[in-house]
């Protein structure tokens, strides 16, 4: 038997490996059980005790995208044959479909605005940590101080002279608001995250650029910014997945047509008693673009994660 | 191809002075060294000709034209790093043909000229490799490469040499100077080793502490020093300094330390107190003859030379002599200068006073 200071042991490896296995399946439960009650009937989603075996149903997801209403037996009995698979769940239920519902508005809100304020938190961040991290600017320690000091409080602590300032702007309610707000927010882990990355990134890069012939700016566009594409992309994952979750502003200054998806998915609680399989297909619909975006993106977070730790 | 005047140079950052006011002129076609410890303002001096930085005041000419103050786009400079600074997200080809594609050359002409380029520093071969696997040595001929891809006026080089290892770094140093010779580009070379300058330069600046101590070719640097820094950095062993208090007129042709008279070149400036009287190892004999007494202390082999270190009442003495001559640690041996070469300084001032040796060389910026 030969011992090794670096290797692992097999055993080891294995309960380490049993370890991690158990911890990531416990903490996908919750994540795992509202996938499975959005393919729930409403009638399986309340049983007691809990139906882990099931027959699929995509009630769900269509009650998540209709509004439907409640007609008597003869009117029923009198309409043609269901067109499409969601009409025919819908009649089951003695119910026929009256509209679309919010939901895909809902949605596409918070595409716009989890997306507009990561493009462009990120955007402002890079530009600001490139100066930071490139020219000498008066007091700029202070200056990053004073960017990180808006992190110190919980931003909701604001919340209230927000709410005057926008209904006094008319930014209440806008998809510009929001994405103004989420921006302010994010901005300042922006500029220090990535000024992190561009500081690693050796200076006569850009310098071998100037004297090659380009200008400053094209010597940070075509040189730096592939350097810092690590960086940007953590910290891009980073403002989407605050953005895109964000709850209590969402509430406090959305209602309409600036609305996202957060405060949206509980009010679909009481339009037709505890519809468990529609909130559930909301919430699931909900985690997908940061699940994919994350997943396009993991190459670079893992690198993003542990970049500087090795100096190449 | 092109000549560069600096006048007066000045670079401060905040109360910090890089470098005080400088002047020398580089020649067209000249391989030219800025030599010094570090921090001593070389590589600041190397940075606003290329324009890094820009000189607080004074005037930089490349050609007749006044560039001090131009964004280095507009130079026409190539800039060689010590680290090399190749862009790591393109492949050696694309390094190599990045200058020319900012001056819009068609992709045609870009080729052709890597291909030529390459063909000069023997790189065809991994023309296509992306540059973060390359050797050390081909990570300095591909920067090499893309410096003189694009034919500019003068290349700058901040101790290229610097991160190779001791064995590369001769070779490398000749494959540069033969390039340099085949190129006939005006060529300024930043180094803090005193050899690699004195082996490739045509012309050196000695700078130390912003100040430019001495500008000269090699041989006048070594053999006329024009300040003690100059003749302690330059040579390995360094010069001997043998202190000593007395007065010295012009016109004189010895130096008297004490009750010994030294014969010197004749001495063209008056200086009296505390002096310095300064010969190169090289330039000491050990005869029975000397007029000075020493013990030896200690001998280094070096082959065909050896270093006998001696103590005299003037402090320690290293001479070189030939290997064949037998000396034995604890010998009283008397030493003999060669009065032609041997220079005088100012303790006070640090400079060296000016004789019949040194008369014009004493260039300082």
Same mark, same amino acid.
């Given at each position: 038997?030969?011992?090794?200071?670096?290797?692992?042991?097999?055993?080891?490896?294995?309960?380490?490996?049993?370890?991690?296995?158990?911890?990531?399946?416990?903490?996908?439960?919750?994540?795992?059980?509202?996938?499975?009650?959005?393919?729930?009937?409403?009638?399986?989603?309340?049983?007691?005790?809990?139906?882990?075996?099931?027959?699929?149903?995509?009630?769900?997801?269509?009650?998540?995208?209709?509004?439907?209403?409640?007609? +008597?037996?003869?009117?029923?009995?009198?309409?043609?044959?269901?067109?499409?698979?969601?009409?025919?769940?819908?009649?089951?239920?003695?119910?026929?479909?009256?509209?679309?519902?919010?939901?895909?508005?809902?949605?596409?809100?918070?595409?716009?605005?989890?997306?507009? +304020?990561?493009?462009?938190?990120?955007?402002?961040?890079?530009?600001?940590?490139?100066?930071?991290?490139?020219?000498?600017?008066?007091?700029?320690?202070?200056?990053?101080?004073?960017?990180?000091?808006?992190?110190?409080?919980?931003?909701?602590?604001?919340?209230?002279?927000?709410?005057?300032?926008?209904?006094?702007?008319?930014?209440?309610?806008?998809?510009?608001?929001?994405?103004?707000?989420?921006?302010?927010?994010?901005?300042?882990?922006?500029?220090?995250?990535?000024?992190?990355?561009?500081?690693?990134?050796?200076?006569?890069?850009?310098?071998?650029?100037?004297?090659?012939?380009?200008?400053?700016?094209?010597?940070?566009?075509?040189?730096?910014?592939?350097?810092?594409?690590?960086?940007?992309?953590?910290?891009?994952?980073?403002?989407?997945?605050?953005?895109?979750?964000?709850?209590?502003?969402?509430?406090?200054?959305?209602?309409?047509?600036?609305?996202?998806?957060?405060?949206?998915?509980?009010?679909?609680?009481?339009?037709?008693?505890?519809?468990?399989?529609?909130?559930?297909?909301?919430?699931?619909?909900?985690?997908?673009?940061?699940?994919?975006?994350?997943?396009?993106?993991?190459?670079?977070?893992?690198?993003?994660?542990?970049?500087?730790?090795?100096?190449? | 191809?092109?000549?560069?005047?600096?006048?007066?140079?000045?670079?401060?950052?905040?109360?910090?002075?890089?470098?005080?006011?400088? +002047?020398?002129?580089?020649?067209?076609?000249?391989?030219?060294?800025?030599?010094?410890?570090?921090?001593?303002?070389?590589?600041?001096?190397?940075?606003?000709?290329?324009?890094?930085?820009?000189?607080?005041?004074?005037?930089?000419?490349?050609?007749?034209?006044?560039?001090?103050?131009?964004?280095?786009?507009?130079?026409?400079?190539?800039?060689?790093?010590?680290?090399?600074?190749?862009?790591?997200?393109?492949?050696?080809?694309?390094?190599?043909?990045?200058?020319?594609?900012?001056?819009?050359?068609?992709?045609?002409?870009?080729?052709?000229?890597?291909?030529?380029?390459?063909?000069?520093?023997?790189?065809?071969?991994?023309?296509?490799?992306?540059?973060?696997?390359?050797?050390?040595?081909?990570?300095?001929?591909?920067?090499?490469?893309?410096?003189?891809?694009?034919?500019?006026?003068?290349?700058?080089?901040?101790?290229?040499?610097?991160?190779?290892?001791?064995?590369?770094?001769?070779?490398?140093?000749?494959?540069?100077?033969?390039?340099?010779?085949?190129?006939?580009?005006?060529?300024?070379?930043?180094?803090?080793?005193?050899?690699?300058?004195?082996?490739?330069?045509?012309?050196?600046?000695?700078?130390?502490?912003?100040?430019?101590?001495?500008?000269?070719?090699?041989?006048?640097?070594?053999?006329?020093?024009?300040?003690?820094?100059?003749?302690?950095?330059?040579?390995?062993?360094?010069?001997?300094?043998?202190?000593?208090?007395?007065?010295?007129?012009?016109?004189?042709?010895?130096?008297?330390?004490?009750?010994?008279?030294?014969?010197?070149?004749?001495?063209?400036?008056?200086?009296?107190?505390?002096?310095?009287?300064?010969?190169?190892?090289?330039?000491?004999?050990?005869?029975?003859?000397?007029?000075?007494?020493?013990?030896?202390?200690?001998?280094?082999?070096?082959?065909?030379?050896?270093?006998?270190?001696?103590? +005299?009442?003037?402090?320690?003495?290293?001479?070189?002599?030939?290997?064949?001559?037998?000396?034995?640690?604890?010998?009283?041996?008397?030493?003999?200068?060669?009065?032609?070469?041997?220079?005088?300084?100012?303790?006070?001032?640090?400079?060296?006073?000016?004789?019949?040796?040194?008369?014009?060389?004493?260039?300082?910026?």
């Amino acid at each position: 038997m030969s011992f090794s200071v670096t290797e692992t042991s097999s055993r080891v490896k294995w309960i380490s490996g049993t370890l991690v296995i158990t911890y990531a399946l416990i903490t996908m439960i919750p994540l795992v059980w509202i996938m499975m009650t959005s393919f729930k009937t409403p009638p399986d989603s309340i049983s007691y005790p809990p139906k882990v075996f099931y027959e699929p149903s995509l009630e769900g997801y269509v009650n998540l995208f209709t509004t439907r209403t409640r007609v +008597s037996p003869e009117t029923l009995a009198s309409l043609p044959p269901p067109e499409n698979f969601a009409e025919e769940i819908v009649r089951n239920r003695d119910m026929v479909i009256a509209g679309p519902s919010k939901f895909s508005g809902r949605f596409l809100n918070s595409v716009i605005i989890g997306f507009g +304020s990561t493009f462009l938190s990120v955007f402002l961040g890079t530009l600001a940590a490139y100066a930071f991290s490139r020219f000498k600017i008066p007091l700029a320690d202070d200056l990053l101080f004073f960017i990180l000091s808006t992190r110190m409080m919980p931003p909701i602590a604001v919340a209230i002279p927000i709410f005057l300032m926008y209904r006094k702007l008319g930014l209440s309610d806008t998809h510009l608001g929001m994405i103004l707000l989420y921006t302010a927010v994010n901005i300042s882990l922006a500029v220090w995250l990535l000024k992190g990355f561009i500081d690693e990134i050796p200076r006569e890069y850009e310098e071998a650029a100037l004297i090659d012939g380009y200008t400053r700016f094209q010597a940070f566009y075509k040189v730096v910014l592939p350097q810092a594409a690590t960086g940007i992309a953590s910290t891009a994952i980073f403002c989407l997945i605050f953005a895109w979750n964000e709850y209590a502003f969402a509430v406090l200054l959305t209602s309409g047509t600036a609305q996202t998806a957060p405060p949206f998915i509980p009010t679909i609680i009481g339009v037709g008693g505890l519809d468990w399989p529609a909130i559930a297909a909301g919430a699931t619909l909900f985690l997908l673009p940061v699940m994919i975006f994350t997943v396009m993106l993991r190459k670079h977070l893992l690198r993003g994660i542990t970049f500087g730790a090795v100096r190449k | 191809m092109a000549e560069i005047v600096i006048k007066s140079v000045r670079k401060d950052f905040g109360s910090f002075t890089a470098v005080k006011e400088s +002047s020398f002129k580089i020649e067209d076609g000249e391989f030219f060294m800025l030599l010094g410890p570090s921090g001593c303002g070389k590589t600041t001096t190397l940075r606003m000709i290329a324009g890094l930085e820009l000189p607080s005041s004074g005037e930089i000419f490349l050609d007749g034209e006044e560039i001090s103050q131009l964004p280095p786009s507009k130079r026409d400079i190539a800039f060689v790093f010590q680290m090399f600074a190749l862009y790591p997200h393109m492949n050696v080809r694309r390094n190599i043909s990045y200058p020319l594609v900012s001056q819009g050359m068609k992709r045609r002409d870009v080729k052709a000229k890597v291909a030529e380029v390459s063909k000069i520093l023997g790189i065809e071969n991994i023309l296509d490799k992306p540059v973060g696997g390359l050797s050390g040595g081909d990570r300095q001929r591909v920067a090499l490469g893309r410096a003189i891809v694009r034919e500019p006026k003068a290349f700058m080089m901040d101790e290229p040499l610097g991160a190779l290892d001791a064995e590369f770094r001769e070779h490398m140093s000749e494959e540069l100077r033969a390039l340099h010779d085949r190129m006939g580009a005006t060529t300024v070379y930043v180094t803090h080793d005193q050899l690699e300058a004195m082996q490739m330069g045509d012309k050196i600046v000695v700078m130390n502490n912003a100040v430019v101590e001495q500008f000269g070719t090699p041989q006048d640097i070594y053999d006329k020093p024009a300040s003690l820094f100059v003749a302690d950095f330059i040579g390995s062993p360094s010069m001997n300094f043998l202190n000593y208090k007395g007065d010295v007129t012009s016109g004189q042709k010895v130096a008297k330390l004490g009750e010994h008279i030294i014969n010197v070149p004749q001495q063209l400036e008056d200086a009296s107190g505390k002096l310095v009287l300064g010969v190169r190892p090289e330039h000491i004999a050990l005869s029975d003859s000397g007029s000075l007494r020493a013990e030896v202390q200690a001998v280094e082999y070096l082959g065909t030379t050896q270093i006998v270190v001696m103590q +005299s009442e003037f402090g320690e003495l290293k001479a070189r002599v030939d290997s064949s001559m037998s000396v034995d640690v604890g010998d009283n041996v008397g030493v003999d200068f060669n009065a032609s070469t041997i220079t005088l300084f100012d303790q006070s001032s640090g400079l060296a006073l000016r004789s019949e040796l040194n008369d014009g060389a004493l260039q300082r910026g």
